[in-house]
């Protein structure tokens, strides 16, 4: 039976007995009555009180899309040794806030697995199929991906690759030897006696012309050879940036642990190499 019904049976019970007793102090008696049993019946139809759950502990942290984060290589990523599925590694290097509070303390490991790698200039671009971020205290959060990472400009090293590499040194030895050869062979002038020797010096001349035309020729080889190449390496300490193209749900109460266990004990981070080459893409 309901509330409502309960209670309407017991007014319409106390009403007739009312009705009945016809004097004042049993009117007030019923009165009272009334009031007892209507509180009673409300009584009876409250569920049993259960103890909730800490609220705290199911609360996650959403780090919107489009935050950056600002990583350094800690495994040297070799473009021509590194194929699909392959995993590439990384720390950051600055927290991650949000408001006044730190989500993504400095020290944290990146880790994620190669879809492709290419080289735009002077930096390198490294596309994942996933990542995942690995907190101090060993909570681990995926990211939802595709990602993209990119080098800061002037960090990508050049790798020919061996047999592009031999060619590279090889070119300029060629052509110093071919020029030495063509300019000895096109010069034809009488030599002239000194001392008991006799020396050609327009065919001397010729021949050193010849050495530094051929030499110059194989350079020019040899930087197209170096150039051309699509292999690039990236050496441990490369800053690398990621900006999250979907939001990132955490955990909070792992995130507070391994924030509060970086405070206490600061992880050990990757230095940033200094920059190799210039902007200008030439060589410091």
Known sequence: MTQNARVRQAVSTVVAFSTLAGTTIKQAFTLTALLLIALTSFAQDQPPTTPQRNAGANTTISIPAGTK????????????????????????????????????????????????????????????????????????????????????EGYVLLDPGKSRLAGAIAAPIAGLGAGLLIGHAVSNSPGTTVGGMTVNVDRARSTGIGGVVGA???????????????????????????????????????????????TDRPASIQPVEPRPYRRDGRCY
């Open 69 to 152: 984060l600002s990583l350094v290589l800690t495994h040297s990523v070799l473009s021509r040794s590194t194929h699909r599925g392959d995993d590439v590694y990384a720390q950051t290097i600055f927290p991650v806030s949000l408001g006044n509070d730190v989500v993504i303390p400095p020290g944290t490991f990146v880790q994620g697995k190669v879809d492709k790698l290419l080289r735009d200039g002077s930096r390198g671009e490294l596309h994942l199929q996933s990542m995942s971020v690995i907190f101090p205290d060993g909570y681990t959060a995926p990211v939802p991906g595709p990602m993209d990472l990119e080098s800061s």
């Open 216 to 262: 110059a020729v194989g350079g020019i080889v040899s930087l197209v050879i170096l150039t051309r190449g699509h292999q690039f390496f990236l050496d441990v300490g490369t800053p690398i940036d990621m900006t999250l193209q979907q939001p990132l749900v955490l955990e909070a109460g792992p995130v507070n642990d391994a924030v509060r266990q970086s």
